[in-house]
């Protein structure tokens, strides 16, 4: 799993390349601290390469939402595929994240 956070001018881009699963959580986690202290920003979580997604990794995307909507942030998630957008479907992350 690997996480690359790149910044374009007013937003904060986290490309996603493997499976998050329980694993590679604890190093993601640690790899997003830098969006939970941004303010202000737009937020995009790029799945392109995402090809999995456990419990532990949602777990990490809600709490950058909820760092987010406290910073005054807004995160988008971008380019799921349709395993991962099933899931988001039945935890009712779809409701939670603008995706695009």
Known sequence: MKTAIVESGNQLIARFSGRLD???AVQTAEDVKPLLE????EIILDCTELEYISSSGL???LSIRK???AHGSKVIVR?????????FM???FVSLFTIE
């Open 90 to 92: 039945m935890t009712g």
């Open 22 to 24: 329980t694993p590679a």
């Open 38 to 41: 941004a303010s202000n920003r």
């Open 67 to 69: 760092e987010a909507s």
């Open 79 to 87: 380019n799921i595929n349709d395993d991962i957008r099933q899931v």
């Open 59 to 61: 777990r990490i995307f």
